[in-house]
């Protein structure tokens, strides 16, 4: 029987008792190949968005389990001691995810343990390591509560975001298949139009040094951030429509993939979460999409100029997102609502202020800016400080590659240049999935 497909047939308390029994026993150490965590959060994710289980009973209990799994293992493994540990790892294939947690937190106190509890297979490792080095209990509380808060968010998000049948979202989406074509149409239209101009601007910013930003890189590391990222926009957003409340909170994942892996990537969760969201709890959220691209691609461009490094650098970030939410959302306010908001206590602010006759465009500006302010605030906030506590971990394989610059290049036709790289992009993310596919095999035979 697949236990998987077992879990996800259960509901109600019978689900979360399940959910929490397998997050504490693999917190507490007990490798579980057959049910890895981040898989049951996505399922406790699946089951909210079917009206199966309870959210706030599910996320609390959760949240429970996994601070209590972690913190009693943090005491085992603090009695085994190393030796013992590598006796168990040997036979298990875990030597060299532990040896990487050790250098980690050798390094970086409770920072450290934010970061590894992040990164996808060494989460169980941080608590095992934290034990046996004999870690400061305060130290793991202070990196492992965040950590717990941002990756319970992130998967059952995630989950919840994703989880509705795909025939229903097929059903959804075809009213917005035309608008999809023109959309293609109009990129493709701009690119050969600004091809000369954009290759003398990205000539001028490799010249002042600036080729980060031409370069999409996407790493393993970089993968799982972008679906957790997607995750936490989409449990923002969802609590922000659950409880009325006057923010949008679907930017904080966009803001944190921009600052900590660039601004495509950035860009690329910005647009991809409005696209989700349109299909589950926001129907008119895909034309704002390239409002949260922009949001995500500036924050990519300020890590920079290290504007996360510095109190500054917050503000700005903070006031470069805000402008570019509400300039650019009013005009889709017009086209989408005439000039209404969609969140209430912005369209009581365009509607307060057409009752003084003031001109619409006004109102409409009046309006957008009065969410936004607060919101990309609170979400520039929430991104940094996360972003704060994460160390770049080393990428375990080698990364996607994409050079922009190349693709507005002389020498070489963009298009060609562009699915080359899709088709290598492609081929490598298959050989990876084929070698993790291989190594979880013999992890599981491992065990038996």
Avoid at 27 to 49: H, M, N, R
Wanted: charge should be positive; proline fraction near 5%.
């Amino acid at each position: 029987m697949n236990p998987i497909a077992w879990v996800q047939g259960l509901e109600g308390a019978t689900l979360i008792a399940v959910i929490c029994g397998l997050m504490f026993v693999e917190e507490i150490g007990v490798p579980l190949p057959f049910a890895p965590g981040d898989l049951v959060l996505a399922i406790g994710g699946i089951a909210i968005a079917g009206g199966r289980v309870n959210p706030s009973l599910l996320v609390a209990s959760v949240t429970i389990a996994i601070l209590g799994g972690a913190i009693l293992g943090r005491e085992i493994f603090a009695l085994l001691g190393w030796e013992r540990l590598m006796r168990v790892a040997d036979p298990l294939h875990a030597r060299k995810p532990l040896e990487h947690v050790s250098r980690l937190l050798q390094r970086g106190g409770w920072r450290a343990v934010f970061t590894a509890r992040l990164i996808p297979g060494l989460r169980v490792h941080t608590t095992q390591v934290a034990g046996v080095s004999r870690m400061r209990r305060l130290t793991f509380l202070s990196g492992l509560v965040p950590a717990t808060a941002v990756y319970i968010g992130a998967f059952v998000g995630l989950g919840a975001a994703f989880g509705r049948p795909i025939l229903a979202l097929i059903h959804e989406a075809e009213h917005q298949v035309l608008l999809a074509i023109a959309l293609v149409v109009a990129v493709v239209v701009i690119f050969l139009l600004t091809r000369a101009p954009v290759r003398r601007a990205l000539v001028s910013l490799q010249e002042a040094g600036w080729t980060g930003p031409l370069r999409f890189r996407l790493d393993s590391v970089e993968v799982v951030l972008i679906l957790a990222c997607l995750g936490l926009n989409f449990a923002g957003h969802a609590i922000a429509v659950a409880f009325n409340l006057p923010l949008f909170l679907d930017s904080t994942g966009t803001i944190l993939a921009g600052v900590i892996a660039g601004p495509w990537v950035g860009g690329s969760v910005g647009f991809v979460s409005n696209l989700v969201g349109s299909n589950t709890i926001d129907p008119i959220a895909a034309p704002y999409g390239i409002v949260s691209f922009a949001v995500g691609f500036a924050a990519g461009l300020s890590r920079y100029l290290n504007w996360q490094r510095r109190p500054s650098g917050w503000v700005m970030l903070w006031l470069v997102c805000f402008l570019l939410a509400a300039l650019m959302s009013t005009p889709i306010n017009f086209l989408m609502n005439g000039g209404r908001t969609s969140v209430g206590f912005g369209g009581g602010v365009y509607a307060a202020l057409k009752s003084f006759h003031l001109p619409n465009v006004i109102a409409a500006l009046a309006g957008e800016a009065a969410v936004d302010f607060p919101d990309k605030l609170l979400t520039v906030v929430g991104a940094l400080l996360i972003a704060r506590g994460w160390q770049q971990p080393v990428a375990t394989r080698a990364p996607i590659d994409l050079d922009l610059a190349e693709a507005f290049g002389r020498r070489r036709l963009p298009g060609l240049h562009l699915a080359r790289g899709a088709v290598l992009a492609v081929s490598r993310l298959y050989r990876r999935n084929r070698a993790e596919c291989s190594w979880r095999r013999a992890r599981a035979a491992a065990l038996e």
